[in-house]
Every structure is written in structure tokens, then in C-alpha cells.
């Protein structure tokens, strides 16, 4: 590892706003944020533990109930971070977690919202497989999924972050009428997704495969991320696409969609140019 990376992963040991691959999180973010709000150096994990049923704290006069019902939103894949701390910005009352897992581009969100004073930001750093084990039921009230890696390849289709494989896992902490927002530059992993939607019956809330020639843009779809600039598919269209996982997502329909998206069209360019630039993007980390 180089001696930048180095540097980074050491200071986000030191963040308070960084948690790397935590234990006994579930239902207790919205004390640590209550301890971000107040400047705790460090978010004592001990101080959370949950005895006989109850919620334990030694971190004084939180209202309970008010921090219960904040709002709680996922950025998974967030890189650098770019959509938290913007929602963050946007809506202060509200709470953000950027999941990745590489160190590196989380200090880099992580710094930014430790220096604006972003005090309801923060960042996991871990799988995204491992999620479920860091929120409980109906903890999460909104998912973003920005610009994350396409996999365009066929075989690698069960890796794209909307595949109903990991749908089932967000479907483990997320509000029933929960929200799951993707962003994407890639035609593939847009058709994809509304093949997901619609082969398990999904509720649709809003699509558009040119979200900048749309009126009324929502503001929050405004802010841009590090891939979005890169502009690696060079569609030059950015794909958006709102929706609940409101339904079950049974196993037996996971062939039928294998089989279903081997017809979805794929940009001839696109594949060599994603492979190019993730080759560039790698050796920038
Ligand atoms: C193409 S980048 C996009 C980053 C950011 N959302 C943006 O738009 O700039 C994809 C990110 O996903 C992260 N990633 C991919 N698979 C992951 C996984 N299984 N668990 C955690 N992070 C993952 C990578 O580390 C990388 O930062």
C-alpha cells in the first residue's frame, strides 16, 4: 500500500465520525450520532450496550424518542462520500452513513464533514454484504446507490448492488416503505435494475434515463459524485431510478431473471471503456 493510503487509513482510525467493521451497532445510531452532536472525542461503544431489553446509555440527557424517529439514509458504495455529506448539508435535522470499503476514499468525506462540522454524517467502513449487521429492522429509512460498478458482464450480474440478492439484504433494515435511490451513468445497470423491478413487482416510484433534461429535477439528485465527473460511460445521460422493496423477492425467480437479462442491449463501447477507466481510477487511489 502506498504511503498516501498509509496516512489515510491511519487517520480515519482516529475519526470520530469513522467506524470500521463495528460490532453491536443495531438500533444504536441515533445515540451515536446524539455523541457526535455533542464533540465526544470518541464514541464509546461500551457506553451502548443494550441490558435486559432496554436501551443503556451513560451518554446524558438524550430525548430518546425524538432521536428514535430521525431519519436515517444510506449511502452504500459512497467512494468519497460526495452524496452524505451533500444530503447532510441539505438536511441537518437528518442522519447519513456512507458505507465503502476502502479507507482511503472515506477519509476523504469524512475529513470534509469532520471539518464543516457535519456533526450528522458519518462512515462505515466494511462490505456492504456485511450491512445487515450494522442496522436493525426498519432502521433505515433511504438508500442511495451512486454510480456504483455496473458489472456489465453477464456472469458477474449478482454482484450489481440492485440485484435482488442484495435487495433481500437491504430489505433487512430498511422501512417497509422505505426508499431505495440509484444513480448511474451505465444504460446496462439501468435496464437492469427496471428488469428487478418488474419481474418481482417492485413499486416504481420515478425513472428517467436522462434525469439533467428532466424539469423539476429534485435537488438532492443534483449533487454530483467523483464517478458522475468522470463520466466513464460517456452516455453522456445520467440514469436515475426511485423505487420501494415492497414485495418478496423469491429465490425461484432469480433463474427466470438470469435468464431474462442476457437480451438487455449493452452500448458497444461500454465495456472497454468502464475497463479503461476503472484500470485509471485504480492506479489515482
Ligand atoms: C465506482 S465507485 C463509486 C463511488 C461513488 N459512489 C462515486 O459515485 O464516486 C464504486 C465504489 O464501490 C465500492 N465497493 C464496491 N463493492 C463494494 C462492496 N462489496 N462493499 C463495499 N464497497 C464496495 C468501491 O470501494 C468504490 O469506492
Same mark, same amino acid.
Given at each position: 500500500m502506498g504511503q498516501k493510503k498509509l496516512i489515510k487509513f491511519a487517520a480515519i482510525k482516529e475519526y470520530n465520525n469513522v467506524l470500521e467493521f463495528p460490532q453491536d451497532m443495531q438500533g444504536k445510531w441515533a445515540t451515536f450520532f446524539d455523541g457526535l452532536k455533542k464533540g465526544k472525542s470518541t464514541i464509546d461503544i461500551s457506553s451502548l450496550l443494550i441490558s435486559d431489553g432496554q436501551f443503556v446509555s451513560n451518554v446524558s440527557s438524550i430525548n430518546k424518542e425524538d432521536n428514535a424517529s430521525t431519519p436515517l439514509t444510506l449511502e452504500l458504495a459512497c467512494g468519497r462520500g460526495e452524496y452524505v455529506v451533500g444530503l447532510g448539508r441539505m438536511?441537518?435535522?437528518?442522519?447519513?452513513?456512507?458505507?465503502?470499503?476502502?479507507?482511503?476514499?472515506?477519509?476523504?468525506? $469524512?475529513?470534509?464533514?469532520?471539518?464543516?462540522?457535519?456533526?450528522?454524517? $458519518?462512515?462505515?467502513?466494511?462490505?456492504?454484504?456485511?450491512?445487515?449487521? @450494522?442496522? $436493525?429492522?426498519?432502521?433505515? /429509512?433511504?438508500?442511495?446507490?451512486?454510480? =456504483?460498478? =455496473?458489472?456489465?458482464?453477464?456472469?458477474?450480474?449478482?454482484?450489481?448492488?440492485?440485484?435482488?440478492? *442484495?435487495?433481500?439484504?437491504?430489505?433487512q433494515f430498511l422501512k417497509?416503505?422505505?426508499?431505495?435511490?440509484?444513480?448511474?451513468?451505465? =444504460?446496462?445497470? @439501468?435496464? *437492469?435494475?427496471?428488469?428487478?423491478?418488474?419481474? @418481482?413487482?417492485?413499486?416504481?416510484? @420515478?425513472?428517467? /434515463?436522462?434525469?439533467? $433534461?428532466?424539469?423539476?429535477? /429534485? =435537488?438532492?439528485?443534483?449533487?454530483?459524485t467523483y464517478y458522475e465527473g468522470l463520466d466513464i460511460a460517456q452516455s453522456n445521460k445520467i440514469h436515475y431510478i426511485q423505487f420501494n422493496i415492497d414485495g418478496d423477492l423469491p429465490l425461484e425467480l432469480d433463474e427466470i431473471l438470469k435468464e431474462a437479462i442476457k437480451d438487455i442491449p449493452m452500448d458497444a463501447g461500454e465495456l472497454l471503456r468502464m475497463e479503461a477507466e476503472a484500470a485509471r481510477a485504480k492506479k489515482e487511489d
Amino acid at each position: 500500500m502506498g504511503q498516501k493510503k498509509l496516512i489515510k487509513f491511519a487517520a480515519i482510525k482516529e475519526y470520530n465520525n469513522v467506524l470500521e467493521f463495528p460490532q453491536d451497532m443495531q438500533g444504536k445510531w441515533a445515540t451515536f450520532f446524539d455523541g457526535l452532536k455533542k464533540g465526544k472525542s470518541t464514541i464509546d461503544i461500551s457506553s451502548l450496550l443494550i441490558s435486559d431489553g432496554q436501551f443503556v446509555s451513560n451518554v446524558s440527557s438524550i430525548n430518546k424518542e425524538d432521536n428514535a424517529s430521525t431519519p436515517l439514509t444510506l449511502e452504500l458504495a459512497c467512494g468519497r462520500g460526495e452524496y452524505v455529506v451533500g444530503l447532510g448539508r441539505m438536511f441537518p435535522e437528518q442522519h447519513f452513513i456512507g458505507i465503502d470499503l476502502k479507507g482511503n476514499r472515506i477519509w476523504k468525506g $469524512a475529513s470534509i464533514a469532520n471539518k464543516d462540522g457535519l456533526t450528522n454524517v $458519518a462512515f462505515v467502513r466494511s462490505q456492504i454484504e456485511l450491512t445487515s449487521n @450494522y442496522f $436493525a429492522k426498519k432502521e433505515v /429509512d433511504e438508500i442511495w446507490i451512486t454510480f =456504483p460498478d =455496473p458489472q456489465l458482464r453477464w456472469s458477474k450480474s449478482k454482484k450489481r448492488l440492485t440485484h435482488p440478492k *442484495f435487495l433481500r439484504l437491504y430489505q433487512q433494515f430498511l422501512k417497509n416503505d422505505g426508499i431505495v435511490h440509484l444513480k448511474t451513468d451505465s =444504460p446496462l445497470l @439501468y435496464n *437492469f435494475t427496471l428488469k428487478v423491478i418488474e419481474l @418481482y413487482g417492485l413499486h416504481l416510484i @420515478y425513472k428517467t /434515463d436522462n434525469l439533467y $433534461a428532466e424539469q423539476n429535477i /429534485d =435537488p438532492r439528485c443534483l449533487i454530483k459524485t467523483y464517478y458522475e465527473g468522470l463520466d466513464i460511460a460517456q452516455s453522456n445521460k445520467i440514469h436515475y431510478i426511485q423505487f420501494n422493496i415492497d414485495g418478496d423477492l423469491p429465490l425461484e425467480l432469480d433463474e427466470i431473471l438470469k435468464e431474462a437479462i442476457k437480451d438487455i442491449p449493452m452500448d458497444a463501447g461500454e465495456l472497454l471503456r468502464m475497463e479503461a477507466e476503472a484500470a485509471r481510477a485504480k492506479k489515482e487511489d
